[in-house]
């Protein structure tokens, strides 16, 4: 069994913090694990929990859209989120339940070693890229950490609910596109 497959073992047992109590699936990651670029999410819907796939449901076609026009694919990329198991009603997770989930996208990234990182939302941009970021102000920018570039986009629900934001987030998916073909030698 390799690293990977150790990894997303003990995940699916993990018990570290009270959002085990009401999941059907623990929502690992998607993807290949040889990618250079990874999407990171907030956390599982209904649909996701219900699957144990990230991004399956309406938000999860759309992000498929987005991936598509950039011509890429859940093939080419590796999908995860900040916590592994659904919160209640969709709310954003908790501190404490981000703390508990961590670990776990760490030792993801740790084993995946990806070039650019793309926040799916300001609570994956909170995270990753500055606790107090703006994503209406700053979505499609890049901040490179540690050789490690990151950006953030408007998640893809928050698009579905607001249609407008779309422009922008198709100028920010071409920055995206160009920066990759920069970036990575694989991934095209």
């Given at each position: 069994?390799?690293?990977?497959?150790?990894?997303?073992?003990?995940?699916?047992?993990?018990?570290?913090?009270?959002?085990?109590?009401?999941?059907?699936?623990?929502?690992?990651?998607?993807?290949?694990?040889?990618?250079?670029?990874?999407?990171?999410?907030?956390?599982?819907?209904?649909?996701?929990?219900?699957?144990?796939?990230?991004?399956?449901?309406?938000?999860?076609?759309?992000?498929?859209?987005?991936?598509?026009?950039?011509?890429?694919?859940?093939?080419?990329?590796?999908?995860a989120?900040?916590?592994?198991?659904?919160?209640?009603?969709?709310r954003?997770?908790?501190?404490?339940?981000?703390?508990?989930?961590?670990?776990?996208?760490?030792?993801?990234?740790?084993?995946?070693?990806?070039?650019?990182?793309?926040?799916?939302?300001?609570?994956?941009?909170?995270?990753?890229?500055?606790?107090?970021?703006?994503?209406?102000?700053?979505?499609?920018?890049?901040?490179?950490?540690?050789?490690?570039?990151?950006?953030?986009?408007?998640?893809?629900?928050?698009?579905l609910?607001?249609?407008r934001?779309?422009?922008?987030?198709?100028?920010?998916?071409?920055?995206?596109?160009?920066?990759?073909?920069?970036?990575?030698?694989?991934?095209?």
């Amino acid at each position: 069994m390799g690293e990977w497959e150790r990894l997303r073992e003990r995940c699916l047992a993990c018990r570290d913090c009270a959002l085990c109590e009401a999941r059907h699936n623990v929502v690992f990651g998607v993807g290949s694990t040889q990618a250079e670029v990874l999407f990171v999410g907030e956390g599982p819907g209904e649909n996701e929990d219900l699957q144990g796939e990230p991004f399956v449901g309406r938000a999860g076609k759309f992000l498929d859209d987005m991936l598509a026009m950039i011509d890429l694919d859940r093939s080419r990329v590796y999908i995860a989120n900040i916590v592994k198991c659904r919160p209640p009603q969709n709310r954003d997770p908790l501190n404490t339940e981000q703390e508990a989930c961590l670990p776990w996208l760490r030792e993801q990234i740790r084993l995946l070693q990806p070039k650019i990182v793309v926040c799916l939302g300001r609570i994956s941009a909170m995270v990753f890229i500055r606790p107090d970021f703006k994503i209406s102000r700053e979505h499609g920018q890049f901040v490179t950490k540690d050789g490690v570039d990151y950006m953030a986009l408007y998640h893809p629900a928050a698009l579905l609910r607001d249609p407008r934001r779309r422009p922008e987030t198709f100028e920010d998916l071409k920055a995206l596109q160009r920066r990759i073909r920069e970036r990575c030698t694989h991934t095209y």
